[in-house]
């Protein structure tokens, strides 16, 4: 198993810029998220989906989409950068029953906005 | 609204106990959750806590108290190699893990020769 992946690691964009997020798992797993990762503010939670066809949105959504066509994809898109979107973007996804439960991360997007 | 708070950074000598200690108050609750993150890295899953009680690990452990809002993770026989931030999150939706999970900002511990 590959587990979480992500695409790219590493990405430079100019303000007004749009590009998408790369995210896949191999777990079959329901639920997937993405986060990101800012110096003194910790995790915080972008858009989440509970399975194909099925998205919310999490503390701070503005500026970010979500789909989720499959179980194993869930992309996010950047509809037009900022700078304040320069960030460690993480994906998640997540196995929960039977009084169990985990989330296992990509390996992250660097981001950077000019 | 959700707020997990934990000590911003910790320093602890090699081969000695620590503990990191975690308070939250969410809207809901579904389980707590520890993990380490090196610089630079992915965080990585250490434990899981929904029931009141001690977790045990190897030489890591994890308490939690539902009734206090508290929790805590204590590394044992400390290694260089533990030198990393350890993150408090909650998991507060009403259930089905339906939900993403409510950080803390970490506690970046460091370990001393």
């Known amino acids: 198993n590959a587990g979480v992946t992500q695409t790219p690691k590493f990405q430079v964009l100019k303000t007004g810029q749009s590009m998408t997020l790369q995210c896949a798992q191999d777990?079959?797993?329901?639920?997937m998220s993405w986060y990101r990762q800012d110096p003194g503010m910790g995790l915080r939670l972008i858009h989440y989906?509970?399975?194909?066809?099925i998205t919310d949105q999490g503390e701070v959504p503005n500026g970010y989409n979500v789909s989720r066509s499959t179980t194993e994809d869930f992309p996010l898109r950047l509809l037009s950068a900022a700078p304040s979107q320069t960030s460690v973007y993480f994906c998640?996804?997540?196995?929960w029953g039977r009084g169990t439960d985990t989330q296992y991360f990509g390996p992250g997007t660097r981001l950077t906005v000019l | 609204g959700q707020n997990i708070d934990q000590p911003t950074e910790m320093t602890a000598t090699e081969g000695a106990i620590v503990q990191i200690n975690c308070t939250y108050q969410?809207?809901?609750?579904?389980?707590l959750f520890w993990y380490q993150q090196h610089a630079g890295e992915a965080p990585t899953f250490l434990s899981y806590?929904?029931?009141?009680g001690l977790e045990e690990k190897g030489r890591f452990s994890s308490f939690l108290s539902r009734s206090k809002g508290y929790s805590y993770l204590l590394l044992k026989e400390l290694q260089m190699k533990d030198s990393a931030s350890y993150l408090c999150?909650?998991?507060?939706?009403?259930?089905?893990?339906?939900?993403?999970?409510?950080f803390g900002k970490g506690t970046h511990l460091i370990i001393q020769p």
């Open positions: 998640a996804s997540s196995y």
């Open positions: 969410t809207s809901g609750f579904n389980g």
């Open positions: 806590n929904v029931l009141d």
């Open positions: 999150a909650v998991r507060a939706g009403s259930g089905g893990g339906a939900d993403g999970l409510t």
């Open positions: 777990m079959n797993h329901e639920y």
């Open positions: 989906s509970v399975g194909a066809g």
